[in-house]
């Protein structure tokens, strides 16, 4: 018997956000295909305010979930840097996508100042900020950069996803995601950011829209398939 993966869901739930609903369906869905079996835990963001690492190290993976503004930004960032340091398969969508960027610019870049709008209006430094047109309860055209990983899972180099956003990476800051290790590896038709990954990690993709709500629609999504097989990974290659 295959052994159950298991899954850390960062956020603060709420049966009121869709994307809440959605998530644990889009796990059993992939978990279908791969013939695993999966098991979600939501782990509220003050948790993570103390003994993160402890916390975290329970899970095969780690999915970072809409719903910001988060009740503990600091546990929400402390996760993700645990997810990219430790090699531990990360997803994050949506809110999650923000905070993933905001914590690379933040803890590799060392741009401190950072900021996400929504959390801190008057930031010094809003990489993080309101869209130029929010994203509400809509879907729109993405192009995949072609050697993304993304793109390899996708197999194709144009999708359509659902968003319900309203903020994003500040165009004035875009150019500090040229040629790190986070690479923008999907963009909108004015080249604004939905999608990046990093280059050098297990499996890191964060994006702005939101995979899960195809599991509303019983299909199962290959993005989340993707990110559900490389835990499952994980666990053969710790064995």
């Not at 975290?56 to 809409?66: E, I, T």
């Not at 997810?83 to 401190?112: I, K, M, S």
Request: glycine content about 8%; some cysteine; proline content about 6%.
């Amino acid at each position: 018997m295959k052994p159950t993966v298991r899954i850390g869901l960062i956020g603060d739930y709420s049966p009121e956000i869709t994307a809440h609903v959605a998530i644990p369906r889009a796990l059993a869905l992939a978990a279908d295909v791969l013939a695993h079996d999966v098991e979600p835990t939501w782990i509220a963001t003050p948790a993570l305010d103390r003994d993160a690492e402890q916390t975290l190290s329970a899970y095969d993976g780690l999915w970072c979930v809409p719903g910001s503004p988060y009740a503990s930004m600091d546990g929400v960032l402390r996760a993700i840097r645990f997810a990219r340091e430790d090699g531990r398969p990360f997803l994050g969508t949506c809110g999650g996508c923000q905070h993933a960027l905001l914590e690379y610019v933040r803890n590799v870049l060392n741009l401190a100042a950072a900021d996400h709008a929504e959390s801190n209006p008057d930031a010094e430094m809003p990489f993080i900020a309101p869209l130029a047109c929010a994203l509400r309860e809509t879907s729109g055209q993405i192009a995949l950069h072609s050697g993304s990983r993304i793109r390899e899972i996708y197999g194709r180099s144009e999708i359509v996803e659902g968003y319900n956003c309203s903020f994003g990476v500040n165009p004035q800051y875009r150019g500090l995601l040229e040629d790190g290790r986070l690479r923008v590896t999907g963009t909108d038709a004015a080249g604004e950011v939905r999608a990046v990954e990093l280059i050098d990690h297990p499996f890191f993709i964060a994006t702005l829209f939101q995979p899960e709500r195809s599991a509303l629609k019983g299909t199962a999504h290959p993005l989340i398939t993707a990110y559900l097989q490389a835990a499952a990974v994980r666990i053969e290659d710790r064995g």
